[in-house]
């Protein structure tokens, strides 16, 4: 049988070997860290450790890393940490952004798929009383790179706090909370081939309000026995994201190559966001007139993972609030499907997606059998 192709690394990184070993070790030691014995003192040393490396993947302080669940309950604390302020979220952000800042005005985007600026200052002069903004470093379903470091600053002239979702950018670009001017940033072990179920809520300045209430882990900022196999990995893996930049040279060749064919093979392809500044992982495609749910029955027969849009909550294929943002009207945003690569992806990989990809294409178009 031939091996499955997986091209839904913004989904889920595969585990890295490394942090698989890791985490089998740490399974397999039993102190709570917070016992003041040996075996807590250890695992105490296992979480400190693993916070340093967070740390230093986004320039941060370690004290400064509250370790959560994941990318979800960053974002969640990150807002609701700070209560009495309006949040002005843009209207590309995660679903673990906009419905907790639901009922408050959205940040707009351009057709491009970047942040519109000139609309972002407009907000910000109209608004009064506490505020924080929302916008990610990365889009998941676009790659593209918002102007973080800009919208920082006008956040802080108008007074407001600036929270950025480092989610998708992490291990695929350069983050570092300092240099974007954020208060906050959050973070997610398994988009960086770290384990599922942990993530962290950084933060520079105030500390944002516990969710988690009823213990002291976390210096009282996160309560509950802390994930301690799951932490391990991730700092594991993020010590291994440092090396991000020779990975993702060699990923965006492919990429390119990718999105290079798929238009030769079909000249109506379009690619989002391909004029703005994206992760060099993520391509988003639309095939005019073939649905999303078609196309990746069709590439999962086939025997390749390929997401539609942002569908990574129940399985089904939803339609993309990102495209719908960027103007794009719901015929052809259902066309869309997100093919995003690894380090390990192989250049035998991308042809045989392409070649998949085409036949669907030609075969769609074929007129029908008499
Ligand atoms: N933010 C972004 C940009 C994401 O892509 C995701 C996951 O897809 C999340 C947050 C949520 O992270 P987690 O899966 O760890 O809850």
């Known amino acids: 049988m031939t091996e499955r192709i997986y091209l839904d690394w913004n989904a889920s990184a595969p585990m890295r070997g490394q942090v698989i070993d890791a985490v089998a070790l740490a399974m397999a030691s039993h102190g709570n860290p917070s016992s003041v014995h040996g075996d807590g ?42 209560p009495n302020h309006t949040v002005l979220a843009s209207g590309i952000e995660h679903v673990s952004i906009l419905e907790v800042a639901a009922n408050t005005p959205r940040i707009a985007c351009l057709p491009n798929g970047e942040i519109d600026l000139d609309q972002f200052s407009d907000l910000l002069g109209r608004g009064t009383g506490g505020r924080l903004v929302a916008v990610m470093l990365a889009n998941n379903e676009t790659g593209v790179i918002q102007p973080v470091t800009e919208i920082a600053a006008l956040a802080r002239d108008a007074g407001a706090l600036f929270h950025c979702d480092t989610v998708q950018a992490a291990g695929r670009m350069a983050v570092d909370i300092g240099l974007i001017g954020a208060d906050s940033i959050s973070l997610s072990a398994h988009k960086i081939g770290g384990p599922k179920g942990v993530g962290a809520l950084i933060f520079n300045g105030t500390a944002p309000q516990p969710l988690l209430r009823g213990g002291g882990q976390e210096r009282s900022r996160r309560a509950g026995t802390e994930n301690v196999a799951g932490i ?101 945003a259902n066309n869309a499907i997100r093919v995003s690569l690894g380090p390990e992806t192989l250049a035998e990989d991308v042809n045989r997606f392409v070649a998949s990809w085409a036949r669907l294409r030609d075969g769609a178009r074929a007129p029908a059998a008499a």
């Open 41 to 82: 003192r250890r695992a105490r040393a296992a979480v400190e450790d693993a916070r340093e490396a967070v740390a230093a993947l986004v320039g941060a302080n370690p004290a400064n890393v509250i370790f959560t669940s994941g990318g979800t309950e960053a974002n969640n604390q990150a807002l609701a940490g700070h």
């Open 232 to 332: 391990v990995g991730f700092g594991v893996a993020a010590r291994l994201a440092a090396n991000w930049r020779d990975e993702m040279n060699s990923v965006e060749v492919l990429r390119d190559e990718l999105e290079q064919r798929l238009a030769a093979a079909a000249p109506e392809v379009v690619i989002y966001g391909r004029d703005a500044r994206r992760l060099a992982n993520t391509s988003l495609v639309g095939l005019p007139d073939i649905d999303a749910g078609t196309q990746l029955m069709a590439l999962d027969l086939a025997g390749i993972s390929v997401s539609a849009g942002s569908a990574c909550s129940s399985g089904k294929v939803a339609s993309s609030h990102v495209l719908a943002a960027m103007g794009v009207g719901s015929a052809a």
